[in-house]
Each structure stands twice: as structure tokens, then as C-alpha cells.
């Protein structure tokens, strides 16, 4: 009886198996579009491959593509999404107007074709964005459409697909000869990228709240563009609420001038987060940056004049909030070397690993910093969440005293020094990616 039994439950189930098998879907590609469509498949194996990209969502809005020289006053609306081809220069006398809203896309090249859009000396921009209609500067590759703030497919991982932004004035520099310079980024010998004058008050427009994604490709060995470049811009400039998103360099580089910013922020680049050169001498205020895990440049990388002219320029950062990597230590609070000259105060640093420093280095930078140099530099006031404020000073000068460093800053785990936080709530990708709490 036993063996009868299991001869037919045996039975039985060899039956069902046979059905389920042959009951199975044919599996294949079910996809009309794809170059492998298989009419007979019913159930999709995910095998589908296609000749064409699928069509995204800015496939279907309007654009135009703009390349070469801008030398009349232009226009970019929001009910078009603008590409950029190549390098696009608004030339002297030239001014171009961006409606808040607007999405601009770099398209994909390198070297000589990267694309990138540059103010030249004597142009103007007005991109002036709101908190609700910010204007995005991002990578064709980018699927965002205008009326979206986040990109429905990149991330902060995504950096290097094009070029950046660019603003050049005829305020004062400190080049290592002479009074001008061709900026760094663009191939010698470009027509309108020299920059530098002797206006301090230089008006170069607006550029107001504005999102720089996905930027810094790489033009040559070891160059790459900013996500925002600001050389000799004079203080007539009014600039704003801008946030520099995943960049393959710096963040926003400062080349002399004396232009005041107030509301950065710079997230997870792969360079330094803020960068001056030049004996750059305006404010900067309420500043924020996001430091990435495999960042490899620091938070501040503080340089002086470079030469001879123009060389008594103080730059002032004060009030910001920089939220370190614990897992990055090659990133460090603070450099300031070759001749840094200026203060930095009031900042709240929290989240880095443990071998972060602040670094002054250089004999002239030292000289600056103990009092006996011939420019001053201040670093004060600014709190750091550690164990203790001893130990994070460091400088390559012999004999260096800490205590200047110590006695005028301290520690803390919370922020107490007025940073407004909700200046980049509602018009970033970094809110609306999550990338601070």
C-alpha cells in the first residue's frame, strides 16, 4: 500500500510539473521599439536593444542650440531648453538675458570643443532666477526639463560632462606680471578671455540664483574648468544664491576682483570648494559646502597676489557652514599659502576626518599670519566640532606658534556663528536630493 502511494503522488506531481511547463510564457524581447522585438515572446526577459537611444522627456520640449561669439543682446527663455555647443562668449558690448527658469545644457566634448559659457570683459549677464524658477546650468546628458529642480537622472556621482560658466571684468588682479590675464580653463589665444583692469566698481550683470551641475570636464593634462570662474569681476556685479553641483574641479575659483557673493554653495565637487587667487578683494557671506567622500582638494585653498601690481587686495569670508567627509582624509579644513592675505571668520566645520588641518604655509603666508609679514591674515572666530582645538593647526615653518591659531578660535558641536541654512531650502539640488539634513 505504501509503495502504491508513492507511486501515484509521484504520479501526480511529475503531472503538475508537466503543466506548469508547458503553461510557461515565452520569454523575450516584447519592446516594438527595440532592434530585437520578438512578436512571439509574452513575457519581457530584459534582452531588448535598441539602435537609438529611448526618448526622454527633453526630447520632446523645444530647444535651440547655441555655439560661437555672442556680440548682440540676446535673449534665452524658459519655454525652450538652450544647448550649448562648444564655447559660447557673450563679447564685449554684448549682453545676454536669461528668463528665470531656463534650463541650459552643455553638450559632451573635450578639450577645444568643451562647451562652456563665458562673459567676457565689457559683456553682461542678467540670469537672474527666483527661489521658485532657479536657472539650471547642467550636461545634455541630464533629462531635467524647465519647471523641475531635481535631475530625474544624474546624481552627485556624475561629474566632467561639460565645461562650466565663466565670468570675466575689468576689475583689479594680481597676475605674475603686468595687470591682465588670459584665464585658466580655456585654450591660450581665445578672443575674450583675457580679464583684468583697473575698475573696481565693474558691472558684469547678475547671476542669481543659479544651479552649475555636473561640470569640470577636462580640456588638457591637469585642467580642468571651474564649476563657476569669477576673474576680475567688480564689485557692480551682483551675484547670489549659486549652487555648484558635483563639479570635476573647483567649485567656484575666485582670480582677483572684487566682486561680493553671499549664498554659495558648492556640493561634493572633486577639487577645492572655494578657491582664491590674485589678491581677490570682496566678501563672501553665508556660504555653505558639502565635502564628497572622494574629494580631493580642501574646503579653502587661499592664495595672494602673484605679482607685483594690484597686490594690497583683502579677501573676507565671513559666516558659513562646511560639513566635512569623516571617510576623506585628504581633505583639509583650511589652506592658505603663496602670500594668502585677507580673513576668514565665523565658520562652522563639522564632519571631517581626523587628519584634517588647517594648513599656513609658506614663509610669506606664515609672515602675514604671526604679525610680521606685510599684509595681514585673519583666521578667527571660526569653531570646529573636534575633540580639542589643539593639535589641528599645522604649517611647513619651522617653529610655528599654534596659540595665534588657538586663542581665536574654538570648538563646538552645533552652529553659533548666524549662518542662515534655509537661504538653500527651496531652489537646490542639494535639498532635493538630500544631501544635508
Request: hydrophobic share 35%; with cysteine; aromatic share 8%.
Amino acid at each position: 500500500m505504501k509503495t502504491k502511494n508513492l507511486l501515484l503522488v509521484t504520479a501526480i506531481t511529475l503531472g503538475v510539473g508537466s503543466v506548469l511547463t508547458s503553461c510557461s510564457k515565452k520569454e523575450g524581447c516584447t519592446d516594438i521599439l527595440a532592434d530585437n522585438y520578438n512578436s512571439e515572446a509574452e513575457k519581457d526577459d530584459g534582452s531588448c536593444t535598441y539602435t537609438d537611444p529611448l526618448p526622454t522627456p527633453d526630447d520632446n520640449y523645444p530647444s535651440i542650440t547655441v555655439s560661437g561669439d555672442i556680440t548682440s543682446n540676446t535673449t534665452w527663455t524658459k519655454d525652450k531648453i538652450v544647448f550649448l555647443d562648444g564655447r559660447v562668449i557673450v563679447q564685449s558690448g554684448a549682453e545676454l538675458t536669461i528668463q528665470a527658469g531656463t534650463v541650459i545644457k552643455g553638450k559632451a566634448g573635450s578639450g577645444s570643443n568643451a562647451a562652456v559659457l563665458i562673459v567676457g570683459v565689457g559683456g553682461k549677464i542678467h540670469a537672474s532666477g527666483t527661489s521658485t524658477e532657479p536657472i539650471v546650468f547642467t550636461s545634455a546628458d541630464d533629462q531635467i526639463i524647465p519647471g523641475q529642480i531635481a535631475s530625474p537622472n544624474l546624481t552627485v556621482n556624475n561629474k566632467g560632462l561639460w565645461g562650466g560658466v565663466i565670468i570675466l571684468g575689468d576689475a583689479p588682479i594680481s597676475p605674475s606680471t603686468g595687470t591682465t590675464a588670459e584665464i585658466e580653463g580655456i585654450p591660450a589665444g581665445t578672443a575674450g578671455t583675457t580679464y583684468g583692469g583697473n575698475d573696481v566698481s565693474d558691472n558684469s550683470g547678475e547671476f542669481q540664483y543659479c544651479s552649475v551641475r555636473h561640470g569640470g570636464v577636462i580640456i588638457g593634462a591637469g585642467n580642468e574648468i571651474n564649476g563657476l570662474t569669477l576673474g576680475g569681476v567688480g564689485n557692480g556685479t551682483t551675484i547670489d544664491h549659486v549652487e555648484i553641483y558635483a563639479n570635476l574641479d573647483d567649485g567656484i575659483e575666485f582670480f582677483g576682483g572684487s566682486v561680493n557673493v553671499s549664498d554659495a554653495i558648492v556640493v561634493k565637487i572633486d577639487d577645492d570648494c572655494y578657491d582664491i587667487d590674485q589678491s581677490y578683494d570682496g566678501t563672501i557671506t553665508n556660504f555653505m559646502a558639502i565635502i564628497g567622500p572622494n574629494q580631493s582638494g580642501d574646503a579653502f585653498e587661499i592664495d595672494g597676489p602673484e605679482g607685483s601690481s594690484n597686490a594690497t587686495g583683502l579677501f573676507n569670508m565671513d559666516g558659513g557652514l562646511i560639513l566635512g567627509s569623516s571617510s576623506n582624509a585628504s581633505c583639509d579644513f583650511m589652506v592658505f599659502k603663496s602670500k594668502a592675505q585677507g580673513t576668514l571668520q565665523n565658520v562652522y566645520l563639522t564632519d571631517f576626518n581626523a587628519a584634517a588641518r588647517v594648513k599656513v604655509n609658506g614663509a610669506d603666508a606664515y609672515a602675514n599670519y604671526d604679525g610680521t609679514g606685510v599684509s595681514s591674515l585673519t583666521i578667527t572666530g571660526n569653531t570646529f566640532n573636534v575633540g580639542a582645538i589643539t593639535g589641528i593647526f599645522d604649517s611647513d615653518q619651522a617653529g610655528f606658534n599654534e596659540s595665534f591659531f588657538t586663542g581665536a578660535n574654538s570648538t563646538a558641536t552645533g552652529i553659533t556663528n548666524g549662518f542662515n541654512l534655509s537661504e538653500f531650502g527651496q531652489w537646490t539640488f542639494a535639498a532635493h536630493s538630500g544631501q544635508y539634513k
